[in-house]
């Protein structure tokens, strides 16, 4: 068990799909904190405390969309994989993007799942269950 | 050295042919060549000829004493006089005569031309005498004149061949001209001839030059020179131009063809051709690319439109949710009809992007089994009992793309089967071989089309009944027709003969175009 709850980051420009992930996790009755960037730069800025914004520490787990402005998914997993520090992070893809190539690409940057929001809410709800089970499960970097 | 030395004065005297002797020798020559002798002793008017002659000229020249009137009866009687008056004048100023004259043949029926020379002499006795020679000329008369022949035949093609013609020398001087080279000049033939190009084309006289010097130097022709044509009086235009070496026979000077055609209308023609093939070449770049962007909105249509509807999807959702026991059934009934809508954009949105794919990307075709394939399709619309479907027997196999070949089917047996309410709808598929390739009918017993919406039917969206009533989104016809429209094949609707239902035939062509199959 982890003695300090663990983040959630979820990086994703559309506010009612974070007002979706935020229902679903209140309805599993999941309580861990929650920490929301519109993008790549400022889940960096997050993540590294620049730009006057708090770093955030380990445990977290990052939820990440592929399609944003200013700083795309890919763009993201780029930057967090090549800085030492980051370059551990569990990262989850939660797009509407089916693309074989996104997948593929995605993968190729170690990232621990990759979910489709193929039918909204039950998407959601999926991949909440997942990470609450996830991070009560698995052994996250410290 | 070793002859013997000549004896100057006895030998001198017998060496010295007589008169009688001479005379019958130069008869001998004369025999074998044409031409003879003849003198006149004005005085005495005694007129002899040689025996060569006598052979030659009509027979009252065989008399003993002939005058000279007897030579005047063989001349031709247009010269007669011109003949006359030359020999007086030889008497009277001893000028040489030499003249080609028409003399009568040894049968009088024709003339033969000769050569006429004389001459007055005055002999030691102070007699004066005419003497002279007659040549048989005809022969060369006649080269003569069919040289002239030749020569004028000659000119007359090298004027009216299409085409100007020069003759140049290695210093592009102009040899000889045709009349068409000289009236795109703007000169005569006679102003042109011996000119130099340098004068008469003074902008392009030195790439004239240059490709003459090739030719002369290479000994090749040059063919299909495109070049202008800048006379200095003429008229500009384009030519096309071929260069052939010629060596002269006799002078072995080394000169050259030249040949041009006028190409200026051609030319002009050529050009608005390429004109016109660019700006095609343009329209279809600009239909391919405005293709690719319909293309690409389709996608982002069907794509990024779908995330925010999904959003407004969840949002109501939502309110039902909150709101929880306090909602109201008007505030639920409004909340399920918007999503109803919601749902339906999204369809429609997918329906798009179907339709924009439709037609593309598709495999190969193949060669099918249509009643195995009409079996498996109608495994999955699984009919109500309501619907029989009727196939008619040796339906035809095609060769043919399968997945569009059984979206078609399904969409026709689909839509049979959901705009049929009667309790005993029959539907029909028939098949046959025509002209262009296989023509299948699908016939109901439904309602019907009216004619008048024949072809609406098969626009994107178009749908007869109202969609809560009918489900659907109208994209069906509208996929088919475009699947059929990329393969060449088409798809039309009739009313069948009973006058009942509708009878939707399509075509599928023998030989499919290629275009779209493998665009993405």
Not at chain 2, 105 to 123: E, H, P, T
Not at chain 2, 141 to 148: G, I, N, S
Not at chain 2, 247 to 265: C, N, Y
Not at chain 2, 348 to 368: H, Q, R, T, W
């Amino acid at each position: 068990m982890q003695s300090k709850p663990v983040t959630l980051l979820i990086v994703e420009d559309d506010e009612i799909d974070v007002m979706g992930i935020q229902r679903a996790l209140n309805s599993l009755k999941v309580a861990n904190p929650l920490v929301v960037a519109d993008d790549g730069i400022e889940a960096l800025e997050i993540l590294r405390g620049t730009n006057g914004r708090e770093k955030l520490e380990q445990p977290y787990v990052i939820l990440l969309d592929l399609n944003m402005p200013r700083m795309n998914g890919v763009e993201f997993l780029d930057e967090i994989r090549t800085d030492p520090e980051l370059k551990k992070s569990i990262v989850f893809i939660l797009t509407t993007s089916e693309s074989d190539s996104d997948i593929m690409q995605a993968y190729d940057y170690n990232v621990a799942g990759y979910i489709v929001k193929s039918d909204a809410r039950a998407s959601f709800m999926e991949a909440a269950s997942l990470l609450s089970f996830y991070w009560t499960i698995v052994e996250l970097p410290k | 050295m070793t002859a013997p030395e000549k004896q100057p004065s006895s030998t001198k005297s017998k060496s010295r042919l007589d008169s009688q002797t001479d005379s019958e020798f130069l008869d001998l020559i004369s025999e074998s060549t044409s031409f003879g002798f003849w003198k006149w002793d004005i005085e005495d008017n005694i007129l002899s000829v040689s025996n060569s002659l006598k052979r030659i000229l009509p027979s009252n020249m065989e008399a003993e004493n002939l005058a000279i009137e007897d030579l005047w009866a063989c001349l031709h009687p247009e010269e007669l006089t011109e003949i006359k008056e030359d020999i007086q004048r030889c008497v009277q100023t001893r000028v040489l005569i030499d003249k080609e004259i028409r003399v009568k043949a040894i049968n009088g029926d024709f003339y033969i031309w000769m050569q006429l020379k004389c001459r007055v002499k005055q002999n030691d006795d102070g007699q004066t005498r005419l003497g002279g020679t007659l040549i048989d000329i005809s022969e060369a008369v006649d080269l003569k004149r069919k040289l002239q022949q030749q020569k004028t035949e000659l000119r007359f093609i090298f004027d009216n061949v299409p085409a100007k013609i020069w003759y140049k020398d290695a210093s592009n001087k102009i040899l000889r001209m045709n009349q068409k080279a000289a009236n795109s000049m703007g000169i005569t033939v006679k102003e042109g001839e011996g000119a130099d190009t340098y004068k008469l084309f003074p902008d392009m006289a030195k790439k004239y030059h240059t490709d003459d010097l090739r030719v002369i130097k290479t000994n090749e022709p040059l063919r299909g020179i495109v070049e202008e044509f800048i006379p200095l009086k003429g008229k500009r235009a384009w030519v096309r131009t071929d260069k052939f070496p010629y060596t002269d026979p006799i002078s072995q000077e080394k000169t050259l063809l030249v040949m041009s055609v006028d190409i200026t209308a051609e030319k002009f023609i050529q050009e608005e051709l390429e004109q016109k093939r660019m700006a095609l070449q343009s329209y279809s770049q600009k239909l391919e690319n405005a293709n690719k962007e319909l293309e690409n909105f389709a996608y982002v249509a069907s794509h990024d439109l779908k995330a925010p509807l999904r959003s407004m999807d969840n949002l109501a959702v939502w309110i039902e949710e909150d709101l929880g026991s306090d909602i109201t059934p008007g505030t639920a009934e409004k909340l399920a009809l918007l999503r109803s809508r919601v749902l339906r954009l999204e369809d429609m949105l997918k329906d798009i992007l179907a339709f924009s794919y439709a037609g593309k990307n598709v495999s190969s075709p193949e060669y099918l089994d249509v009643d195995a394939l009409l079996d498996e399709v109608s495994n999955w619309l699984s009919p109500p009992s309501t619907i029989t479907i009727h196939r008619a027997p040796d339906l035809p196999n095609v060769k043919m793309i399968k997945t569009m070949m059984e979206q078609i089917f399904l969409n026709l047996l689909s839509n049979a089967i959901k705009h049929n309410p009667k309790k005993n709808g029959t539907i029909t598929i028939e098949g046959y071989a025509v002209k262009d390739g296989t023509e299948f009918i699908v016939t109901d017993n439904g309602p019907g089309i009216p004619e008048r919406y024949h072809e609406y039917v098969f626009e994107l969206f178009k749908t007869l009944r109202p969609r809560d009533k009918v489900a659907g989104s109208g994209i069906g016809l509208a996929i088919i027709k475009k699947m059929l429209d990329s393969i060449g094949g088409d798809i039309w609707i009739e009313v069948p003969s009973s006058g009942v239902g509708t009878a939707f035939h399509f075509l599928i062509p023998e030989v499919m175009l290629k275009g779209n199959s493998n665009a993405k």
